[in-house]
Antibody, heavy 121, light 108 residues
């Protein structure tokens, strides 16, 4: 069974930093691209970042570019999101999600339960 | 960045058919995927690559794509289908991912 377990969320002041982690199990982690997707309270889903299997390809959404860094450790079956210069509008539940490639497209076939990040003074 | 537009809400009578639309410029050239999210839960994939159902998703869920609009259709709607539904595309030229704003489905 695929399991994605996020950790590292919490309360942080504006301008601060936080690192999220995602522990993956139940599948060959190094064989899949991964994503972070967030959801602000009462709002819709927003893609944050994607990373390919060997970290060759990395992409970011416009709202986090230059502030967030996605990386992975395949030996530890783990995905990370380093978040710097945090703003109030970064407050959200952050989901770790497995990226499935299929016939020239990508979609998310498994999601974690999410970790809440609150940016407030 | 690529934008997808969904209606904020859709209502359907119990047992009838609901349609949730997703509009995007040149969406006909992209594959569309759909997710269902119930309150307090993580999203779940219900349709991938326009019209394919993952295992465990009932045949009542189907998808289609025509022109600039993709549609998620839920037949014989049940109270358990009440949820927020999101469409998603992947832009192969930029690697960007776009989600629609989400549609709240209410079963009356």
């Amino acid at each position: 069974e695929v399991q994605l377990v996020e950790s590292g969320g919490g309360l942080v002041k504006p301008g601060g930093s936080l690192r999220l982690s995602c522990a993956a199990s139940g599948f060959v982690f190094s064989g899949y691209s991964m994503n972070w997707v967030r959801q602000a309270p009462g709002k819709g889903l927003e893609w944050v970042s994607s990373i390919s299997e060997t970290s060759t390809y990395i992409f970011y959404g416009d709202s986090v570019k230059g502030r967030f860094t996605i990386y992975r450790d395949n030996a530890k079956n783990s995905l990370y999101l380093q978040m710097n210069s945090l703003r109030a509008e970064d407050t959200a539940v952050y989901y770790c999600a497995r990226w499935k490639g299929d016939s020239g497209t990508y979609f998310i076939d498994n999601w974690g339960q999410g970790t809440l990040v609150t940016v407030s003074s | 960045s690529y934008e997808l537009t969904q209606p904020l809400s859709v209502s359907v009578a119990l047992g009838q058919t609901a349609s949730v639309t997703c509009d995007g410029n040149n969406i006909g050239g992209k594959n569309v995927h759909w997710y269902r999210q119930k309150p307090g839960q993580a999203p779940v994939l219900v349709i991938y690559r326009d019209n394919n159902r993952p295992s465990g998703i009932p045949e009542r869920f189907s998808g289609s794509r025509s022109g600039n609009t993709a549609t998620l259709t839920i037949s014989r709607a049940q109270v358990g289908d009440e949820a927020d539904y999101y469409c998603q595309v992947w832009d192969r030229s930029t690697g960007d991912v776009a989600f629609g704003g989400g549609t709240k489905l209410t079963v009356l």
